[in-house]
């Protein structure tokens, strides 16, 4: 892979392989929060869970993805991604958000299971079909008269 | 006669008749159909098992008191998965189970109390049908008369009626002790009038582009080809009601190609080299837009699904938006950085009654 980068590197210059220090997540995970929140969100769901976008394209789920494809997807937009070069998010604004991913993917969701983080869409649904059903099923039980 | 407080009225006390011949039902203002359906009253009784057959019963009893007993077996095991699953310090994984072994003791407990008696109601207790009438709520002449003269005994005792002054100022203040209310909520309408603050925002000519959260200022340069940032004005973190102004001034800067810009005329000076600026707020509801696909140059609002080319001047390609995202007119400063012509040229955000556009 690196041999790869070093040959596209002779045709042009471009972005190199993020160095080391920026990928480990040692950053501030708070800043990167609020800077995912900002440039991030809105595409990538503020659990990183993914979203949609238009004419069936999507923003992919950010969750076991390596810093070193989050800190390249950032640095060249790929797809329709826009690019957040080095003066939009500085290298350590970026390890603080690969920092936010890191501290997402390893923090066990205290409020129990998830429903993939999709908030109120996957929430209310799970609540309408076996909340209402199991409500459905007691008041058809209830009223039934025993054989 | 009326005072009984020694308890010497034998009727003293007496609750509401039950029910009495001259007082049945009526039918009210209801219009009494000529076809009304006939009451077919109830189906023919119909034995359930436990009624025919007594090992039946016994069976059904004992699957009653099996949820009892289930219900305590319940209670113990919330008490213990407490003390075995302990909520540790810095562990936020042992909050989620301490509450769900707990919750599932507690919730067994409770819902198995529930079943067991309603299954006992349904295949044990008697299972006639039957009809219980409402009864009327007229209280026994005796009481309605005791009534009366607990009325009648009180304003002669505390002349109400003879007193006219006392009654009268007793009304005023009554009547005039609520008026504070009025002043009160009068001063929940909005203290100024909204319009104005509708109609502008903290762009201003000179205000400087700077980034979201930081406040630090955008060079031209900066923006390369296919970026995307998200920008408020100068001053909005030191600003008084900073997050009234962020909701109405957040804009996001882009750089298209200038090629790929079809700009109308009298706004050819609005872009500085194919960067344009473009109001954040949507004119549908207002929720942020911000899903900016580089590649084809769509914005994308995530709550309604409203589209707009930034090609196109921000023109509504799709959804329920009515009018493109009013643009930000920009160009740089002598330092290089990127700043606001002007405000915006027409209110931001979704319509409101008094807008003109």
Redesign the interface.
Same mark, same amino acid.
Request: charged share 10%; net charge positive; proline share 6%.
């Given at each position: 892979m690196a041999a790869l980068a070093a040959y596209v590197a002779t045709k042009g210059p471009g972005p190199a392989i993020p160095s080391e220090q920026y990928l480990a997540g040692e950053g501030d995970a708070a800043v990167g929060a609020?800077?995912f929140r900002? /440039?991030c969100a #809105?595409?990538h769901n503020v659990a990183g869970a993914g979203?949609a976008?238009?004419e069936g +394209?999507f %923003?992919p789920p950010l969750a076991g993805v390596s810093a070193v494809h989050v800190y390249e997807a950032m640095l060249t937009?790929p797809? /329709? #991604? *826009?690019?957040? /070069?080095d %003066?939009?998010i500085s290298p350590e604004d970026k390890a603080n958000i690969i920092t936010y991913l890191k501290y997402l993917d390893e923090? *066990?969701?205290? $409020? $129990?299971y998830g429903l993939g983080d999709l908030g109120p869409v996957s929430e209310g649904l799970f609540i309408w079909i076996f909340g209402l059903g199991a409500i459905v099923a007691i008041t058809v039980?209830?009223t039934a +008269?025993?054989? | 006669m009326a005072k009984d407080h020694d308890g010497t009225n034998p009727r003293a006390g007496t609750t509401l008749e039950k029910y009495r011949d001259d007082q049945l039902p009526t039918p009210g203002t209801g219009v009494v159909a000529s076809d009304a359906v006939e009451n077919p009253g109830f189906e023919p009784f119909r034995a359930r098992v436990s009624d025919v057959d007594p090992a039946k019963a016994r069976a059904n009893e004992r699957r009653v008191s099996a949820w009892f007993v289930l219900s305590i077996i319940g209670t113990v095991f919330a008490i213990t998965a407490y003390i075995v699953f302990p909520i540790v310090d810095g562990e936020p994984g042992t909050i989620r189970n301490n509450n769900l072994f707990l919750g599932l003791g507690i919730a067994l407990a409770l819902v198995s109390i529930g079943f067991g008696a309603v299954h006992w109601s349904k295949s044990l207790m008697d299972g006639h049908d039957l009809v219980e009438q409402r009864h009327g709520t007229r209280g026994t002449e005796a009481t309605r008369q005791k009534a009366i003269e607990v009325f009648e005994l009180g304003n002669k005792e505390s002349g109400f009626g003879r007193r006219t002054l006392i009654r009268n100022t007793l009304i005023g203040a009554l009547v005039v002790s609520p008026l504070p209310a009025v002043v009160l909520f009068r001063d929940l309408a909005p203290a100024e009038n909204p319009v104005p603050l509708l109609q502008h925002t903290m762009w201003k000519k000179g205000t400087r582009l700077t980034r979201d959260p930081s406040g630090t200022p955008i060079k031209a340069s900066e923006v390369t080809l296919g970026s995307a940032f998200h920008v408020i004005p100068e001053g909005l973190n030191e600003s008084e009601h900073k997050l009234e102004e962020k909701a109405k001034a957040a804009v996001l800067l882009m750089r298209l190609k200038p090629q790929d810009l079809h700009v109308s005329q009298g706004r050819e000076d609005w872009n500085y080299n194919g960067i344009v600026a473009y109001s954040k707020i949507c004119t549908h509801v207002g929720c942020p837009v911000a899903l900016y696909e580089q590649q084809t140059h769509h914005l994308l609002c995530p709550c309604h699904q409203s589209q707009f080319d930034i090609t196109q001047e921000a023109k509504v390609i799709f959804g329920p938006a009515k009018r493109p995202l009013p643009q930000l007119p920009i160009t740089v400063d002598s330092e290089g950085y990127l700043v606001a012509q002007s405000d915006f040229t027409e209110p931001v955000g979704p319509s409101f009654w008094e807008r003109k556009l």
């Open positions: 609020e800077l900002i /440039n #809105m595409c979203g976008l238009t +394209k %923003a937009g797809q /329709n #991604m *826009p690019v957040f /070069n %003066a939009n923090t *066990p969701s205290v $409020g $129990g039980w209830l +008269k025993s054989n | -």
